[in-house]
């Protein structure tokens, strides 16, 4: 589980960053900047363990955590001009990450004998709270209801995972298989711009809830 | 506890169709509406369940509140167009389930012994926050904070039903009567267009806070 | 403690009547105005005790709490066109409570074993996120974000309360110290309008994040 560990670490400390640029153009002040990358990078992992009554949660169990996002920000900080320049450094980062995030949550929501909706839904939580949460701080409609980023990636790899699992598959093998899936999947969707539809197109009439 | 139970998955699956439409609404994307629909019905359960410490939470415990979600996401999809007819029979599924929510809610916070008006609070709060956090995700100022709907018959029930146990009236029979008087009363108030006042008249002047 | 549980009642007050006041502006009723005021009051508290796995809230232990919210709503509502005049006596009391919301919060982190910049965070959470919740409830960007409010006085505070006990203070000294010196950094900070940098000078560029 080491492997996972080091993982789980590099992808809060690139959501850190991802966050701090997103408050930075915000003009958030250096705390309102610190503050969103914190709640960004744990949020997924957070809402996970206390709806499976995992306490303390994950990042709290381990300092490294801390210091992973404090670098993150820190980073951002000095590089904030200079950061544009690796965009697709961060892209394969911040994959990796949400590749990870879901396979660790499926795998979580699966020991705590959760039914395979349930499981599906724990994989995408844990990848995706954390910008959902950064969104609504800042004001906005999270990004991820509208533009079909990594949704459908994560949906997929957390039901290869499972099926994995059902065929008595061994984790140590079953998880890298499932990561890989989920960083292809959402490498092709981007590359090929595949999206969810939105069903704008049976929206003739208005519709009054 | 079987009639409540079921009570509880067609309030779940009630309020998973609403919030699918107005996600719907607002042009989200499938997984962007499936989120919503998911996070507005067991919203108000879950923050519940969370703050008694009463891990894992309900919809984790029953598979089926997972099933009863995925059936109103469907249908919403299927007959987006066509429900804006059921109005009036989605008005009194959705009365139903604030009814039932708001009971189930105070008789949770009574057997964790808080006080009268925590229980009070714990009864509104299971069945308003799923629409609070609804309204939230997508940007709005949650409805139920500017037109009155469901919050007074909500509290009024809740006291119905701690004064019913105070008489020492077996939960049997005190928990049905507390649903209907909730029932009935957020009926009467939508039927007259009863609401509470918003203090309007005294602002006479600029409060500057 | 009975003194920290004293102070704790009046900030959970002080925070009622302010977050009121915030919630008649924007012309919530009755209803969202008392859900605003008891969100905003015990919300660091509750997120504060979710996280750390102490069950159940801290607010709910102790029936006085509500009692003291339900009194800030009240004096709002009777007093709403007169509260400004009190403004200076309400920065007092909400600096107070800040103040001991900030070490409390320390304290605690300590006791369940965090690490340094985990209890800095703990600290700054207790006393900032009823803020957040309430502002984000009320659709705007949560105003410690932009605008330095007590954010520095609340980090400096909790690096000093964990500065006394790592030279082995004894708790009944070093908590109200801890308590003065945050108070008085904030106070410090407003009246020469001293603040974060916002980074604004360095963003030259547009960034594309």
Same mark, same amino acid.
């Given at each position: 589980m080491f492997l996972i560990e080091t993982f789980n670490l590099v992808a809060v400390f690139v959501f850190a960053i991802s966050a701090s640029l997103s408050a930075i153009k915000r003009k958030f002040d250096l705390f309102g900047i610190s503050f969103v990358a914190f709640v960004t990078s744990v949020g997924g992992g957070t809402v996970r363990? $206390? =709806? =499976? /009554?995992? @306490? *303390? &949660? %994950?990042? !709290?169990k381990n /300092?490294? @955590?801390a210091y992973s996002i404090i670098c993150g920000i820190l980073i951002s900080f000095i590089?904030?001009?200079? +950061?544009n320049g690796f965009k697709k450094t961060f892209f394969w980062f911040d994959t990796i990450g949400i590749g990870v995030s879901t396979i660790i949550g499926t795998y979580k929501a699966i020991e705590y004998g959760l039914n395979f909706p349930l499981c599906v839904l724990f994989g995408v939580m844990s990848s995706i709270f954390g910008g959902i949460i950064r969104d609504t701080l800042c004001n906005d409609? *999270? +990004? &991820? @209801?509208?533009?079909? $980023?990594y949704a459908t990636a994560c949906i997929m790899g957390s039901v290869c995972f499972q099926f994995l699992n059902f065929l008595h598959i061994e984790i140590v093998i079953? !998880? *890298?298989?499932?990561? &890989? $899936?989920t960083i292809m999947?959402? @490498?092709? %969707?981007?590359k090929y711009n595949l999206k969810l *539809?939105?069903?704008?197109?049976?929206?003739? /009439?208005k519709i009054n809830v």
């Amino acid at each position: 589980m080491f492997l996972i560990e080091t993982f789980n670490l590099v992808a809060v400390f690139v959501f850190a960053i991802s966050a701090s640029l997103s408050a930075i153009k915000r003009k958030f002040d250096l705390f309102g900047i610190s503050f969103v990358a914190f709640v960004t990078s744990v949020g997924g992992g957070t809402v996970r363990d $206390i =709806l =499976l /009554g995992d @306490f *303390p &949660v %994950s990042w !709290m169990k381990n /300092g490294n @955590f801390a210091y992973s996002i404090i670098c993150g920000i820190l980073i951002s900080f000095i590089f904030t001009n200079k +950061l544009n320049g690796f965009k697709k450094t961060f892209f394969w980062f911040d994959t990796i990450g949400i590749g990870v995030s879901t396979i660790i949550g499926t795998y979580k929501a699966i020991e705590y004998g959760l039914n395979f909706p349930l499981c599906v839904l724990f994989g995408v939580m844990s990848s995706i709270f954390g910008g959902i949460i950064r969104d609504t701080l800042c004001n906005d409609v *999270p +990004l &991820v @209801f509208r533009k079909e $980023i990594y949704a459908t990636a994560c949906i997929m790899g957390s039901v290869c995972f499972q099926f994995l699992n059902f065929l008595h598959i061994e984790i140590v093998i079953s !998880m *890298p298989i499932a990561i &890989v $899936i989920t960083i292809m999947i959402r @490498f092709i %969707s981007i590359k090929y711009n595949l999206k969810l *539809p939105n069903l704008n197109y049976k929206l003739k /009439g208005k519709i009054n809830v």
